[in-house]
């Protein structure tokens, strides 16, 4: 499974931005997935995640409300829509999805907010 993480780039603070993360490979045996993120000099951690029917959703609290997570297995694709972001939200975005036990990450995207 290939994942590939679009969609960032550089917005100011209050504004909105939308990662699409598109899987190719052997796509119908991808289960949950989900959205990562590394800040500047810390660690990588969880934004949100979404099970392979699309209709369980976990996201980190201090999110909850800004962004949502979706998915189209039609399409292969999941999204994460990014409102109200802060310059906290800045951070490499990375695509990660889970294949029969084993963990599949993208090469993550850039998003950038200037205050």
């Known amino acids: 499974v290939q994942l590939v993480e679009t969609g960032g780039g550089l917005v100011q603070a209050g504004g909105s931005l939308r990662l699409s993360c598109a899987a190719s490979?052997?796509?119908?045996?991808?289960?949950?997935m989900g959205w990562y993120r590394q800040p500047p000099g810390k660690s990588r951690e969880l934004v949100a995640e979404?099970?392979?029917?699309?209709?369980?959703?976990n996201y980190t609290d201090s999110l909850k409300g800004r962004f949502t997570i979706s998915r189209d297995n039609a399409k292969n694709t999941m999204l994460l829509q990014m409102n109200s972001l802060k310059p906290e939200d800045t951070a490499v975005y990375y695509c990660?999805?889970?294949?029969?036990?084993?963990?599949?990450w993208g090469q993550g995207t850039q998003v950038t907010v200037s205050s």
């Open positions: 979404i099970t392979s029917d699309g209709d369980v959703t």
């Open positions: 990660n999805a889970w294949v029969r036990g084993y963990e599949y």
């Open positions: 490979g052997s796509t119908f045996d991808i289960n949950a």
